[in-house]
Every structure is written in structure tokens, then in C-alpha cells.
């Protein structure tokens, strides 16, 4: 198929065919079956995903996921309530009730928004494109190209606001930015593929601006050589040519093809406008920059045009690094209101990390104070953000920590942009709206306190840290919540990669590049090839398994709960010289190991106490370290036949005496 030309538009995407069509979602399925694509790199993934998840907005059938929060409450809710004896909730329909519970997806929603880190790009090597427009006007194209794109990143340019005011949710708002893209790749990368697959899932079309009409003849050939459906609008045409192109947009014509100049005519604007067009792919986009050869003064309209259109996706292609250009760009096409993605995902200054904890704020807090800053914490909603800045303020002080997130005044957003790059200190707890119109490069750690909701977005935000070419740390907290919360959606969905991601037994980078693409990578860095094995069970659910089985059938539940909390505050003394354990954390643990049945209820006569539990799940995302195998000696025995005994007498003696 002439749509596939090696090197050219796709290069090398046909090589590397591993994967069996059922392990393909949507994306790459329809990439594959069009276009004959193995796979797709991960950044046209990314690309493509902001188009989707902006002109579909959000899936019917996105499961309702529960929060950490309503997690434990209900948990502990079941617990107080479970009167006779019979253990802790322990089955797996508590989880599933609780993914009905419902807090959760609107909350998530704000990790979709794409994202940003602005790098620059040195290199850039002039590159003339010089073409003749016949029915328009005839203009020349100095196109500048990229040539080194070694990260996959995304820069927001502009700050301004006003749009935004429309978006009144988190997720609005995380859409919103989604829709609003510049590409920035070298030319012939293959960018063609990141309108082509969309507009083959999209219900209505796609138009496609193109600066020269010699690249529009070119590319309506393949299209058609390619078996989908294109109609071009240009200069020059007869009123018939134009009825006709229309008559086939109302048939299902999946790709309109024109350039700036022809979109100057009012009347096409408007007709174009009732085809409901879902998203707009506009090339060569830094012609709209005056300073350039390339200058195109159509292009300077496409912003009203845009509007015009009532389209809310719109993809931005430019081969043009400069901050300037870029910034332009985003100011005439997006108000100033839009983020960047960079080609080439593997960072290879990058190393991922999956810790396992219950309650994984506590861990936050920890790797907080412990590892290299300044360090960035994802939190997936406002108002955890700003609950993280203000515990950690209490122990770093004010100046070290601040909270940032889109609910935030302008004027609060820029200042704390402004302090938190000047600072080499400084944590910043943020939801994804950070980073939007930031590049701070030195940014040595990030933490991910809830889990994005797929591969991409993960990629993405962790892409912020260390674009100053240092070594980066990425950190993702993972605990049976979000185990169950991933593991609920479809095997080959998106968001179902962030659980082989998250839990892996073989090197992370390899399964983040995968669940994206299929490029291989050498791996430079992530915790299970350092470790050699998958991570260890969550630190905190151990130190309670293990008291609770030092102490089995002493205690219940709320001294239990009240125990272990001055445990694992006596352990973190020391380190911080504060209590920082409350009583939610402890519940956060107390209902994971419940929810696992790692811990239950004595029955009669230790009623309502507790004790643990032979571990008897086997799609655990981790495993319980085996317990060390004592010989049995005769000492053993004779305390066991007494207690036998003993437990006997008792027995006897209470029946006994209810008898009498
Ligand atoms: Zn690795």
C-alpha cells in the first residue's frame, strides 16, 4: 500500500511483530488494520490518545473506580458492624462494592490532561521546502527541522486563563488541554498517523491544513491509494467541485483536505462548520510565524477559524523548535492555551520505580523528605494536593513546600510557578495542571501518589523531571486499591498497561515501552532489573502482619489499630522527630490486609480479636515472604498438648457453668 512508504512516513513500524492481534487495543488494532502498522511509536500513542480522549471525551463505560479513601471507610464501616464474630471483610465483592462506591473517576480524570516541561532544542538544522501554490498563492517554505528529538515531552506554552474559565471541572479542564496539542517532530517522522488512525475511530471527519498543494495532491493520492475516503478543497475549484465534496462529507468522507488560503472564503467556513468536524490536523504550523521565511498570513486566521468550526480537538504539527515559534504558534492557534508533545518517549536519564505501600501517603511523605529535590508529587485530586503541602509543610516548613493545582487564582498559579523554579529545595505537590506553561529542568524526582490513568499519561508526567539530562528519578506508589481499581478494566484497554506497568516481574521500562509501542530498549535504569525481581511486599502491611501475628488473638481491633499506630510511630521518631502516623493510615493498612485476607476475626471464645491468615490469594500483586520454618522440638509439642488441654478445661468449665 502506497499510504506505507518505509522511512517516510512510518518509518520501520513494520518491523517487530510480536504481539497477537488480542493484545492490541483499539488504537493499534485500527493502526494495524489500515495501515498494515505493527505497532505504533510512543509518542504518536500519545498524540493520538489526547485526540481521542478530547473528541470523545469520556467512555460510557469507564468503570466507576472507588478512591483510597472510601476504601478504608467502608471497610472500616463493615468492620465496627460485624458483630458476630466472623471475621474481617475478607472476599472479593467488597471490592467490587466498592468500585460501585463511586468516588473516584471524576477525581482521576485531572491525570489525563497532557502535559508539559519545556525543553530546548539545539540543533536545529535549516531545511528548505520550496513549492509553488497554483490556484492560491504561489509562497515559499523555509522549514526549519529538528534534528535532535531525543525526549518525548511536552512544554505548555501560555498561561492565559480566559478560555479555561468554561472548563468548571477537573476533568472539563483535563480534556480541554488534551485537545490542544503542538507536535513538535522531525519531518517524515510519521505524522500522518496521528490524524489518519484518529479519523478512522472519529464519527465525524477530519480536516487536514496543509500548507502546499503540491503536499495535498500527494497525500489525497494516497489516501485514496490507501482506501480512505479524502475530498480536498483548494483554490481554483468550480462551485460543482465544491457541491460534490460536500455531497461526500455528508456520505461519510473521513479526511478533508484543504489549506489556509481556501478557508478565507466565508461560505466554505460555514458549510464545513454543519459537518461537525471532530478534529482539526493542522501541518507545517509554524508558518504562522512572521519571523521565518515560511511566513503564511492565512495561517494567522486558522485561531478564528478554528473557532469558527466549533472544534475542540485540534493537533498542531511543526518541525520548528524555537520558543518563539512555539509560543507563537500556541498564541495564534490556541490563545496561548495549549502543551507540547516531543517525539521519541524512552528517557533514557529516567529510572522507574514501583514501591508497594498501603498507605501510601505516609510513603509519599517519607520518599518526600528523603529523596533528591526539588521533587514533584502527583496527587490525583485538589484537595490531596493541598492535604499532602500542608502535612509536609509541617515538618519542612512553609518555604519548602506549596501545593499547585488549576482550581488555584492566576496570580497564586504564577507565583508559585515562579517560586518553585527558582528553588533547589523545594517539593511541590501538584495535580497534572502543573507544568503547563513551566520548564523547570532540573527537577530530580517525581512521585506519583495516585496512578495516572494510562501508560501515556504516565510517560508524560513523568517526563518532567530531569530534562537538564541528569539522572531522574520517577516513583510510582501502588497499593490493592489501585490493584483492584486497574485489574477492573478490559486486558487490552489502556489504562489496564498502567497495571502490567505498576506490577511487572521483568524490567518496567521495557513493559512502559511496550504497553505504548514495541520499541526495545536496553533498560538504563528501573527497580526490578536493579533488584533483580519484582518488588517486595509493601513495607507497612508487613510491619502489621507481623504484629499482628506476634500478638494473634490478643488484641481487636481498635486496640489493635491504636498499637500500631505508636508502633510505626516509635519507627518514624527518630527519622522525623514527629508523630506523623494518624489513625486513617492505620485503617488504610488494617482494611488492604483485611481486603486480602491476611487478617480476620477470631471467632468464640476470642471473640471479635485478631489474628492473620495463611495468604490465599493468587493473583496477588505481590507475595508474602515466606515465613522462616521452625523444627518442631518435643518442648513444642508438650506446650501445644497443654494448651490442648488447658483450652479443653476451659471449655468444660464455661459450658459447665452455663449448664449449672
Ligand atoms: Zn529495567
Known amino acids: ?366 520518599l518526600a523528605v528523603t529523596e533528591q529535590k526539588p521533587l514533584l508529587i502527583f496527587c490525583g485530586t485538589r484537595a490531596k494536593s493541598e492535604d499532602m503541602a500542608r502535612e509536609l509543610a509541617l515538618y519542612m516548613g512553609c518555604d519548602k513546600v506549596k501545593f499547585y493545582h488549576a482550581g488555584l487564582e492566576k496570580a497564586e498559579k504564577t507565583a508559585t510557578e515562579e517560586w518553585f523554579f527558582n528553588k533547589s529545595d523545594a517539593v511541590l505537590c501538584c495535580t497534572c495542571a502543573y507544568g503547563m506553561g513551566v520548564d523547570k529542568k532540573d527537577i530530580k524526582t517525581v512521585i506519583h501518589l495516585e496512578s495516572p490513568p494510562t501508560a501515556e499519561s504516565y510517560l508524560q508526567e513523568s517526563g518532567r523531571i530531569a530534562r537538564d539530562g541528569s539522572i531522574g528519578k520517577a516513583i510510582l506508589l501502588w497499593n490493592y486499591a489501585d490493584h483492584k481499581k486497574f485489574s477492573a478494566y478490559p486486558k487490552n484497554s489502556r489504562e489496564y498497561k498502567m497495571l502490567l506497568f505498576a506490577e511487572s516481574s521483568t524490567c518496567r521500562r521495557q513493559v512502559l515501552l511496550d504497553a505504548l509501542g514495541a520499541e526495545q530498549a536496553v533498560c538504563s535504569g528501573c527497580d526490578v532489573c536493579e533488584r533483580g525481581g519484582k518488588a517486595p511486599f509493601a513495607y507497612d502491611l508487613n510491619l502489621a502482619l507481623s504484629f499482628i501475628t506476634k500478638n494473634r488473638k490478643m488484641y481487636g481491633y481498635s486496640q489493635t489499630q491504636a498499637l500500631l499506630q505508636s508502633e510505626f510511630n516509635k519507627k518514624d521518631l527518630a527519622l522525623f522527630g514527629l508523630r506523623i502516623w494518624d489513625q486513617e493510615d492505620i485503617l488504610t493498612i488494617l482494611s488492604e490486609l483485611s481486603s486480602r485476607m491476611l487478617i480476620k476475626k477470631c471467632r468464640w471464645p476470642w471473640k471479635g480479636r485478631l489474628t492473620c491468615e495463611k495468604c490465599t490469594n493468587k493473583d496477588e500483586t505481590n507475595t508474602l515472604p515466606k515465613k522462616k520454618e521452625r523444627p518442631v522440638t518435643e518442648a513444642h509439642l508438650k506446650i501445644r498438648r497443654s494448651f490442648m488441654f488447658n483450652r479443653r478445661k476451659l471449655v468444660n468449665k464455661i459450658i459447665g457453668k452455663k449448664k449449672a
Open 1 to 366: 500500500m502506497e499510504l506505507l512508504k518505509e522511512g517516510e512516513d512510518f518509518p520501520f513500524q513494520t518491523a517487530d511483530a510480536a504481539q497477537s492481534d488480542l493484545d492490541l487495543d483499539e488504537v493499534t488494532l485500527a493502526a494495524k488494520n489500515a495501515f498494515g502498522i505493527k505497532y505504533l511509536f510512543a509518542w504518536q500513542r500519545i498524540v493520538i490518545a489526547n485526540i481521542l480522549d478530547s473528541a470523545l471525551g469520556l467512555p460510557e463505560d469507564t468503570p466507576l473506580l472507588q478512591t483510597d479513601d472510601s476504601f478504608g471507610e467502608d471497610d472500616v464501616a463493615s468492620l465496627t458492624a460485624a458483630d458476630d464474630s466472623i471475621l474481617l471483610q475478607t472476599d472479593a465483592s467488597v471490592g467490587e462494592d466498592d468500585i460501585a462506591l463511586q468516588t473516584g473517576a471524576a477525581v482521576e480524570e485531572e491525570c489525563t490532561a497532557s502535559q508539559t516541561t519545556a525543553a530546548t532544542e539545539e540543533d536545529n538544522t535549516a531545511m528548505q521546502t520550496t513549492a509553488t501554490e497554483e490556484g492560491d498563492t504561489a509562497l515559499q517554505t523555509n522549514a526549519t527541522a529538528e534534528k535532535d528529538a531525543t525526549s518525548l515531552q511536552t512544554t505548555a506554552t501560555g498561561e492565559d486563563d480566559t478560555a479555561l474559565q468554561t472548563a468548571t471541572t477537573e476533568e472539563e479542564e483535563s480534556l480541554f488541554y488534551c485537545g490542544r496539542q503542538i507536535v513538535l517532530l522531525p519531518t517524515g517522522a510519521g505524522k500522518s498517523l496521528c490524524f489518519l488512525t484518529p479519523a478512522l475511530l472519529l464519527k465525524g471527519p477530519t480536516l487536514v491544513i496543509y500548507p502546499l498543494l503540491a503536499l495535498m495532491a500527494d497525500q489525497k493520492r494516497r489516501m485514496d491509494s490507501g482506501g480512505i475516503e479524502s475530498v480536498i478543497f483548494r483554490g481554483g475549484q468550480s462551485p460543482q467541485e465544491r457541491e460534490e465534496n460536500f455531497a461526500k462529507i455528508k456520505k461519510g468522507a473521513k479526511i478533508i483536505i484543504a489549506n489556509p488560503e481556501v478557508l478565507q472564503n466565508k461560505s466554505i467556513v460555514k458549510e464545513l462548520a454543519a459537518c461537525k468536524i471532530q478534529h482539526i490536523a493542522i501541518d507545517e504550523a509554524h508558518c504562522v510565524s512572521e519571523w521565518g521565511d515560511s511566513f503564511r498570513p492565512a495561517y494567522l486566521t486558522l485561531g478564528k477559524i478554528i473557532e469558527e468550526l466549533d472544534c475542540k480537538t485540534v493537533t498542531a504539527f511543526t518541525a520548528t523548535a524555537s520558543p518563539q515559534v512555539l509560543d507563537r504558534v500556541s498564541q495564534v492557534l490556541f490563545g496561548g492555551q495549549s502543551h507540547i508533545v516531543r517525539s521519541d518517549a524512552d528517557r533514557s536519564n529516567i529510572r522507574y520505580n514501583v514501591i508497594y505501600a498501603a498507605a501510601k501517603k505516609r510513603l509519599a511523605f517519607r
